[in-house]
């Protein structure tokens, strides 16, 4: 998992468009960085996001190591269907 991630990428682990992450964002509901091709969102604050989301629908924990490792799988997966792969 990268240091930083986009706001495609938090979206697609969110089940969000790019639009509402940024949207969120703005808003202050998520802590991100502006650089010039756009937001990036600390590694920390998706990690963050990712465990109130599954503690929220499945009443279940996980620890950071499950949880980096499902946000790859989240990445991966939707980075080859993006590229057609």
């Known amino acids: 998992m ?3 991630l986009s706001t495609k990428q938090v ?3 969110l089940e969000k468009s790019a ?11 998520i802590e991100a960085v502006r650089l010039p091709a756009g937001y990036r969102v600390p590694r920390a604050e998706v990690l963050r996001l990712a465990r109130d989301r599954i503690e929220r629908e499945s009443d279940r924990r996980v620890s950071d190591r ?3 490792r499902l ?3 989240v990445i991966a997966t939707n980075t080859a269907r993006t590229q057609g792969t």
């Open 11 to 13: 979206g697609w682990i």
């Open 66 to 68: 499950q949880l980096e």
């Open 71 to 73: 946000i790859d799988q």
């Open 19 to 29: 639009g509402s992450i940024r949207e969120m964002i703005q808003s202050g509901e």
């Open 2 to 4: 990268d240091d930083h």
